[in-house]
C-alpha cells in the first residue's frame, strides 16, 4: 500500500519509521512519504492559511495552496469549476490518479526535493458527491466501496466517526493520500472540489473532541488501517478477536496472564478450568455485558440474527 501524507510537521512522522510501521516499510508492505505542504507554496512567508471568509477567530487553510499539492501527488491538471459545481471539462475523468509506488510525486520533505507531477492512468473512484459552487455537500455518504484504488483522507473533528468497519474497507486500497488540516482547518472546497474530480474524498473525526490538528487523527486511522494489512501484525490471529472485529462490534473480554493469583487477586476460576467451551461462552458473555454497560449504543447496532440463544440469556 502506497501512503502519502501531506502536513506542514512531515517530520511528526518520522516516528513511521519505528516499531512494526518501520517493520512493514522493510518488508515492502507499505510505502510512506510526508510531505510538507510549504513546498507548494509561492511567497516568501510560505503561508498556507488565511483569515475566515465571513469572519471569525483563527485561520483557514488555503485551496489554492492544496490543490497545487494534491493536482501534483494525484497526477490531475487544475480545472475550473462550473455554476453547477461540474468541471467545465471532463478531461480530468479517467485522467490518472497514480496507482503504484513509483508513479507518483514521492516529494520527501525530509530528503528536501521539490514537488514534481505525478503521473499515472489508474482509473478514479466515482465521485460520492459532487460539489457546487455555492454549496458545499457535506461528507455523509462514505458508502462501503470495495476493490478501492487511491482514498483521499481529510481528518476533520466534524466529519463522521471513523470507525473499525473504515479501517477494514480502507485497508483494501491501493494508496491513501491524507491531508492534515491545522488551524480552524481546510477550505471546505478542497474535499469538494476533488469528489467532483472523481476522487474518492473521506471525511473522518477520530472522536469527539478537538485536536491541534490532523497529525494525531492521521497517526491513528494509519495504524488502525495498516495492521489489518497480511503479514503486518507478527501474529495475525490476534485481530480476529478484538474489540470491534467482524460482523459484530463488542467490546473484547478481559484478559489475565500468569500468575493465577497476584498480590491476593485470583483469575476467574473457569479460565483455568481446560474447557474451552466454557471459556468461550465466559468470554461471550463478559462482552456482552461489558459491551451493554459501557457502550449500549453498539449493543443497539448488534444484528439480532447473530445472537445465539445463550447469548440472548446474557
Ligand atoms: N482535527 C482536530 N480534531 C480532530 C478530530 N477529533 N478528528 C479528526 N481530525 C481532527
Known amino acids: 500500500m502506497q501512503i502519502d501524507i501531506v502536513s506542514v510537521f512531515p517530520e511528526y512522522f518520522d516516528v513511521l519509521n519505528l516499531s512494526l510501521f518501520g517493520k512493514a516499510q522493510s518488508k515492502g508492505l507499505v510505502s510512506v512519504h510526508a510531505h510538507n505542504l510549504r513546498d507548494w507554496t509561492h511567497d516568501v512567508h510560505h503561508s498556507v492559511d488565511d483569515t475566515p471568509v465571513g469572519g471569525g477567530a483563527g485561520m483557514v487553510m488555503k485551496p489554492e495552496v492544496w490543490a497545487e499539492c494534491l493536482d501534483d501527488l494525484l497526477g490531475l491538471e487544475p480545472r475550473e469549476m462550473n455554476a453547477d459545481g461540474e468541471s467545465d471539462s471532463n478531461s480530468n475523468s479517467g485522467a490518472g490518479i497514480p496507482d503504484g509506488a513509483d508513479a507518483t510525486a514521492t516529494t520527501s520533505a ?3 526535493e521539490s514537488p514534481s507531477n505525478g503521473t499515472g492512468d489508474a482509473e478514479h473512484q466515482p465521485a460520492s458527491d459532487s460539489a457546487s459552487a455555492d454549496t458545499v455537500p457535506d461528507s455523509d455518504s462514505q458508502a462501503p466501496t470495495h476493490n478501492l484504488d487511491t482514498v483521499l483522507i481529510f481528518p476533520n473533528p466534524s466529519a463522521p466517526l471513523f470507525t473499525q ?4 474497507e480502507l485497508s483494501h486500497a491501493k494508496r491513501l493520500v491524507f491531508g492534515c488540516g491545522r488551524y480552524e482547518g481546510y477550505d471546505a ?3 469538494a472540489y476533488y469528489r467532483a474530480q472523481g476522487v474518492d474524498v473521506r471525511e473522518y473525526s477520530i472522536g469527539d473532541y478537538v485536536l491541534n490538528g490532523g497529525e494525531v487523527a492521521v497517526s491513528v486511522m494509519l495504524e488502525a ?3 489489518l494489512l497480511p503479514g ?10 478484538e474489540s470491534y472485529t467482524g460482523s459484530e462490534a463488542l467490546l473484547e473480554h478481559r484478559q489475565y496472564t500468569r500468575p493465577a493469583v497476584w498480590r491476593g487477586m485470583g483469575v476467574p476460576d473457569v479460565l483455568l478450568s481446560g474447557d474451552h467451551g466454557k471459556v468461550n461462552r465466559f468470554r461471550r458473555d463478559e462482552a456482552l455485558a461489558r459491551t451493554d454497560a459501557i457502550r449500549p449504543d453498539l449493543i443497539e447496532q448488534l444484528d439480532c440474527a ?5 447469548d440472548r440469556k446474557t
Request: avoid cysteine; proline fraction near 7%; aromatic fraction near 4%.
Open 110 to 112: 525530509a530528503a528536501g
Open 165 to 168: 468497519r473504515d479501517a477494514t
Open 189 to 191: 472546497r478542497i474535499p
Open 225 to 227: 488501517i495498516t495492521r
Open 232 to 241: 503486518f501484525m507478527g501474529n495475525p490471529e490476534s485481530i480476529v478477536e
Open 306 to 310: 447473530q445472537l445465539s440463544k445463550a
